[in-house]
Structure formats: C-alpha cells, structure tokens
C-alpha cells in the first residue's frame, strides 16, 4: 500500500506544452519533497515545501503544498525534453526517521 | 564536493548467494538511508543509520542488514538471494536524520539469476 499515490502515472506530451503532475494522500505530512530520476540515475531533489499553501517556483516548475498538508501538485511550463524522466513525490511524517515516496509520474518530453 | 559514492554500480549474482552493497555519503554527512527501488513497488525503505546507529528499519525480511562505519561509510548486506531481490538499490546521505534534504547516489543495480 502506497502512502502516495501520483497522477497520471505516464505522460507524454509535445515540446512547448503545459503539465501538472498530481501527488495526493489521506495522511498529513510534515513536509512533501518532488525529486527527478533519469535512467541509470539516482533522484535529484528539486524542491522541498513544508508550509501548508505554500507555493515555490524553480524557473519553468511550480509546486503547491495542499492547505492541509496532504497533497502537492507540480506544474510545468513549456515543457522542454530535458524535462523527460521520472518525477517523484516523497512525503516527510513526524517522528518517522524515513521518507515515504510516491508512486511516480514518467514524463516524456517529444521534441 | 563529491556525491554520494556506490559501489559496485551493477552485480550479477545466483539465487542463494549473498551480497554486500557500499556507500559513501557526501564528507559531513552523517545520515546514511537505503531504499529498494522496482518497477512494480517503487522506492521502499530499507534502513536509516545515523551516527553508527540504526534509527530506523523498513517492512524487509532480515535477510536484509547493514551497518555505519565511523567514517559514516555504510554497507547493506543480503543473505540467501532471492529473484524477487532484482532491484535497484539506492542510497541517500543527509546532514541530519529524518529524510530531510537526500542526495542519492547512483545506486547498485542488483540481479539475482
């Protein structure tokens, strides 16, 4: 059983498009991290929100913690193919000493 | 600085053997946490050891083991291999504990045979 699940699971889309990726559970995080993953590699952290509401921007992406701390949501913007890989929710409990990952979003970028 | 250090990046290994797996975490790091990663299960948590003590154990048969060196070097050791143990595994240092603030390494691509 995931604590995280994502949505959608797979997506391709053209260069130039809009995406948002979805990462959604009933249970409350400290705090939600996404991180990307290219083939043969480790995940890259990305971004880290823990305020519920809170809002970051990092260039082309947005990210949005839920009001209640539950869900996040990652946009992208003109999306470019150096965006393709594996997109990843990770979600931080209080008093656990582990991250809980999300199912994962695999993004293709065609240009 | 240099990254997070595993080795070997890719094993072979038979059904039955058993397999040590190494990292070495970015100089000052003293968090040390292994995840399991599958296509069909995602990355599941192994361990977390901070300053040479396990802080934490994931939902894994105790086959799975590892241990933190002085150094905060850590090893994950599996016993009596499985098919099912196919993965990729992965390691993450950090500052502190808790999973806060990960740089993963490359990972070790295990295949059991």
């Known amino acids: 059983t995931q604590l995280l699940e994502q949505s959608p699971q797979f997506l391709s889309i053209q260069e130039g498009e809009n995406l948002t990726v979805y990462c959604n559970s009933s249970?409350?995080?400290?705090?939600l991290q996404w991180y990307r993953q290219e083939p043969g590699e480790g995940p890259v952290l990305l971004v880290t929100?823990?305020?519920?509401?809170e809002v970051k921007k990092l260039k082309r992406l947005t990210f949005q913690f839920g009001d209640a701390r539950k869900d996040s949501s990652l946009h992208i913007t003109a999306a470019q193919p150096g965006d393709t890989g594996l997109y990843l929710c990770?979600?931080?409990?209080?008093?656990?000493?582990?991250?809980?990952f999300g199912t994962g979003t695999r993004l293709t970028v065609i240009p | 600085k240099a990254g997070v250090t595993q080795t070997p990046r890719y094993l072979i290994k038979t059904r039955g053997q058993q397999v040590t797996l190494s990292c070495s975490p970015i100089?000052?790091?003293?968090?040390v946490s292994w995840y399991q990663q599958t296509p069909g299960q995602g990355l599941q948590f192994l361990f977390e050891?901070?300053?040479?003590?396990?802080?934490n154990k994931g939902n894994f048969p105790g086959r799975f083991s590892g241990r933190q060196f002085s150094n905060s070097r850590s090893e994950m050791n599996v016993s009596t291999l499985e098919l099912g143990d196919s993965a990729l595994y992965l390691c993450?240092?950090?500052?502190?504990?808790?999973?806060?603030?990960?740089?993963f390494g490359s990972g070790t691509r295990l295949t059991v045979v």
């Open positions: 993450a240092s950090s500052l502190t504990a808790g999973g806060y603030g990960y740089t």
């Open positions: 249970s409350v995080f400290s705090s």
């Open positions: 929100v823990v305020t519920g509401g």
């Open positions: 990770a979600g931080a409990q209080t008093g656990a000493n582990n991250l809980f």
């Open positions: 100089s000052g790091h003293r968090s």
């Open positions: 050891y901070f300053s040479e003590t396990q802080r």
